[in-house]
Nanobody, 127 residues
């Protein structure tokens, strides 16, 4: 049974940091692209960062470049999202998701391309 479980969300002040975790089970992490997405109240779900299957190439949306870092640990089947210099506009529920779409040639950015999802973890940035 495929399962993704996020954790690490919290209430932090602007400028603060968190490390979000996505523990996966039921599939081999190295065979899937993993994406982190977020959804704020009243807004559409948007992609934040992606890590490519096998070679682990990483990608970020422009607004988080230099602040967020995605990584994975194949030994523990866990994907991390280190989020630094948090801003109030980063407030959202953060989700991780898995997809094989695109294979070795393409990492999909759109949430519609991702077939497995976690339940989300809340990140709130407020003073």
């Amino acid at each position: 049974q495929v399962q993704l479980v996020e954790s690490g969300g919290d209430l932090v002040q602007p400028g603060g940091s968190l490390r979000l975790s996505c523990a996966v089970s039921g599939f081999t992490l190295d065979y899937y692209h993993i994406g982190w997405f977020r959804q704020a109240p009243g807004k559409e779900r948007e992609g934040v960062s992606w890590i490519k299957l096998r070679d682990g190439s990483t990608y970020y949306r422009d607004s988080v470049k230099g602040r967020f870092t995605i990584s994975k640990d194949n030994a523990t089947n866990t994907v991390y999202l280190q989020v630094n210099s948090l801003k109030p506009e980063d407030t959202a529920v953060y989700y991780c998701a898995a997809s094989k779409f695109g294979g070795e040639w393409y990492v999909p950015r759109a949430p519609q391309a991702y077939e497995y999802w976690g339940q989300g973890t809340q990140v709130t940035v407020s003073s």
